[in-house]
């Protein structure tokens, strides 16, 4: 049973930081590429990062380049976002997302075949 989890969301303030992770069981990080997609109130899900089956390609969304970074750690099966100068239009529900194939960050959302349950991020003071 393929499965993601998302955690690491909260409530921060501007400026602050959060690392999400996406915990995938039943296949692996060699053979998968993870996408994280984020969805604010009244808006289309938006792909944020992503890497590639591997670890290869990272690719960022240019609203947050420089500020967020994506990781695995293929022996825990885990993927990571380290998200720095957190700002308030970053506030949504993350998502982490698994599919075959090399991606970059505006893979459309349906070429994903498997998806976490979300984790809420609010920035605010």
């Known amino acids: 049973q393929l499965q993601l989890v998302e955690s690491g969301g909260g409530l921060v303030q501007p400026g602050g930081s959060l690392r999400l992770s996406c915990a995938v069981s039943g296949f692996t990080l060699d053979y998968y590429s993870i996408a994280w997609f984020r969805q604010a109130p009244g808006k289309e899900r938006e792909g944020v990062s992503c890497?590639?089956?591997?670890?290869?390609?990272?690719d960022y969304a240019d609203s947050v380049k420089g500020r967020f970074t994506i990781s695995s750690d293929n022996a825990k099966n885990t993927v990571y976002l380290q998200m720095n100068s957190l700002k308030s239009e970053d506030t949504a529900v993350y998502y982490c997302?698994?599919?075959?194939?090399?991606?970059?960050?505006?893979?459309?959302?349906?070429?994903?075949?498997?998806w976490g349950q979300g984790t809420q991020v609010t920035v605010s003071s």
């Open positions: 997302a698994a599919t075959k194939g090399n991606i970059v960050v505006n893979t459309p959302p349906s070429w994903f075949d498997y």
């Open positions: 890497i590639s089956s591997g670890g290869r390609m990272p």
